[in-house]
Structures are given as structure tokens and as C-alpha cells.
């Protein structure tokens, strides 16, 4: 079955940089479209990045220009890099994959990033 398994959160100090992976299994990995979300205390889940299959991204607003999705397709591996954390980076971090038949989205049990001194 589809599992997405997220990793590399942890404590890191404002303007620090931490890099988080995704690994998929259970669908062709290189045919779908990755995504990042993030959800804070009392906060709607958001959307962070995207990385298509095509090789296209998006970024929310609040993280353009510091916070870079990949994804290496031979190890079914999607990251996000990202460069001069914020405090209001604080967040679960999770990945998520839209599939067929139905286009439903799987998700990972996410990993906490917090950004504090």
C-alpha cells in the first residue's frame, strides 16, 4: 500500500537550515506529483511545495526565496531544503502524494520543525 515516511525535523535556531525527506512506496513514484504542507498549533494545514512530476514547483509565499523542494526519483525521495528558518516556520511538516483512481491524497505521519533560540 501507498506509505509516505517523512524525516529530518528537529530543533534548529533561527536563521539555521534543516533538510527534510520524504520516502514513498507503494505507487510509481516518478509519475506523480509531490507536496510539502506544514500545520502549526491551532492552525490550518497549508500548502508549502510542490513538485510535479514535470519538474515544476510552487512555493507558498511565506517561504519563497528560502525554502527549495527536489526530489530524487531512483530513490523515491522528495526533500525540502530549507534556508533561514523563521520562527513562524514552526510547524509538523508532512508530504503528501494525490492518486488514482480517485485522486484521493495520502499523507505521512509528518516530523516537527521547531525554530526557536
Known amino acids: 500500500q501507498v506509505q509516505l515516511v517523512e524525516s529530518g525535523g528537529g530543533l534548529v535556531q533561527p536563521g539555521g537550515s534543516l533538510r527534510l525527506s520524504c520516502t514513498a512506496s507503494?505507487?510509481?513514484?516518478?509519475?506523480?506529483?509531490m507536496s510539502w504542507h506544514r500545520q502549526a498549533p491551532g492552525k490550518e494545514r497549508e500548502l508549502v511545495a510542490t513538485?510535479?512530476?514535470?519538474?515544476?514547483?510552487m512555493y507558498a509565499d511565506s517561504v519563497k526565496g528560502r525554502f527549495t523542494i527536489s526530489r530524487d526519483n531512483a530513490k523515491n525521495t522528495v526533500y525540502l531544503q530549507m534556508n533561514s528558518l523563521k520562527p513562524e516556520d514552526t510547524a509538523v511538516y508532512y508530504c503528501?502524494?494525490?492518486?488514482?483512481?480517485?485522486?484521493?491524497?495520502?499523507w505521512g505521519q509528518g516530523t516537527q520543525v521547531t525554530v526557536s533560540p
Open positions: 503528501s502524494v494525490v492518486l488514482p483512481p480517485i485522486w484521493s491524497r495520502y
Open positions: 507503494g505507487f510509481t513514484f516518478s509519475t506523480y506529483g
Open positions: 513538485f510535479t512530476s514535470a519538474r515544476s514547483t
